[in-house]
């Protein structure tokens, strides 16, 4: 073979190992590119939320010594306060009727074996709660008290009227324990033309059109045993169908209508180490594929598992919540947070009607605060 001969294979092999040097390092390019990419889709955009404080002063309504307040909740008109707490003596539990205003004045006491209540928009004052494993319906009036589930020896539980108060959904489960499985029922406000409808929700919430409900689910677990999937679900009380209309961003705490299209919902971004933690709010329309609108990042709800006591109210469009702060309230029309910087711990709260101001509990007081907010806007 002529050195010219070798000296072209020489070439060719060298132009081979580049082309090969080439085509592998376009190959790793695409591959550090794809991770990158794949990366990047699960990072969760956190937008920085303003804080301001808040300087009002709580005011005490009524003090219930050796009683610890477990729920309470203001009556649709605002004179009125619902209660239940136990005894730090003999664990008892009671509720109580509250009528507010200068003076509170106590108008029912009754032990009761359970805790949940809420009150029954429409004609007169009307408050539904659960005792001895029914649902009850009293009338602030005359205090007459009328069974609505004593059909049933199942476990009745957690009633929830809907906004017109012509409705009220509840729990059943079989026996005298929630550790069977528990379905969801509704019924008309007289408790006639019960129903079952389907798998009970998780912190269910009534569409204004007084039709479906709002509710969130788990699918899956990580292995840290946390949830690592939620989804966003409508129940159709008509029909009895559940449809999952979305993926929710996270851990999901809270869900509620905003209208008759659009709800509002806290979920939770956690990193796999916990190192962050933090709550997001979100509002997305309830069509399947629907866009979802991030709307501000709650820092303080940087503990994974402790309950943060969100409300809203409907009015103004805030959520009230207990972070680690203390109490926040995030203004979704204004995406603010205003922080209360007198309250730094509460057992349960509520708003009054109109939005502007709340009642809370700390352990055996219970408290009215009124709120500066649009003054400092």
């Known amino acids: 073979m002529s050195f010219a001969r070798r000296e072209e294979r020489v070439i060719e092999r060298k132009y081979t190992i580049s082309i090969i040097a080439i085509v592998l390092g376009a190959v790793v390019m695409l591959f550090i590119g794809y991770m990158a990419l ?14 301001k404080e808040l300087n009002d002063r709580p005011q005490e309504i009524i003090s219930l010594p050796n009683e610890s307040v477990l729920r309470l909740q203001v009556s649709p008109s605002g004179d009125f306060l619902a209660c239940v707490s136990r005894s ?18 106590i108008l029912v006491v009754r032990e009761i074996k359970g805790e949940n209540l809420a009150w029954l928009k429409g004609e007169g004052e009307y408050l539904l709660f659960e005792d001895m494993g029914d649902i009850y319906k009293m009338s602030i009036n005359d205090h007459a008290v009328v069974n609505l589930t004593p059909d049933s020896a199942e476990l009745d539980s957690d009633p929830l009227p809907s906004p017109d108060g012509k409705y009220i959904v ?15 029922w509704w019924m008309r406000s007289d408790g006639s033309e019960k129903r079952e409808i389907g798998a009970s929700c998780i912190n269910p919430d009534w569409n204004p059109d007084c039709r479906y409900l709002a509710s969130y689910v788990q699918a899956g677990f990580s292995k840290t045993n946390r949830p690592n999937r939620y989804y966003l679900e409508i129940v159709d009380l ?35 180490d916990l190192s962050e933690v933090k709550g997001l709010v979100y509002a997305t329309a309830t069509e399947n594929g629907a866009e979802t609108e991030t709307l501000g990042t709650l820092n303080s709800l940087e503990d994974p598992d402790r309950p943060y006591l969100i409300r809203i109210s409907r009015e103004e469009e805030r959520l009230a919540y207990l972070g680690s702060n203390g109490l926040e309230i995030f203004d979704i029309e204004e995406r603010m947070i205003y922080r209360v910087t007198r309250v730094k711990d509460l057992s349960t709260l509520d708003w009054f009607p109109g939005g502007n101001r709340l009642i809370f509990a700390d352990d055996e007081k219970v408290f009215s605060l009124g709120l500066s907010i649009a003054e400092t806007q």
Do not use: C, H
């Open 88 to 105: 730090g003596v003999d664990y008892r539990t009671s509720l109580r009727v509250i009528k507010l205003g200068e003076g509170p004045e």
């Open 238 to 272: 008509a029909t009895g169908r559940y449809d999952l209309f979305a993926e929710s961003q996270g851990e999901t705490r809270f869900v509620a209508w905003l209208d008759s299209n659009r709800v509002v919902y806290v979920a939770m971004y956690i990193t796999a």
């Open 170 to 184: 509840w729990n059943r489960t079989p026996g005298q324990t929630k550790s069977e499985k528990t379905t969801l």
């Open 38 to 51: 794949k990366m990047l889709s699960t990072v969760v955009v956190t937008p920085l939320t303003q804080t």
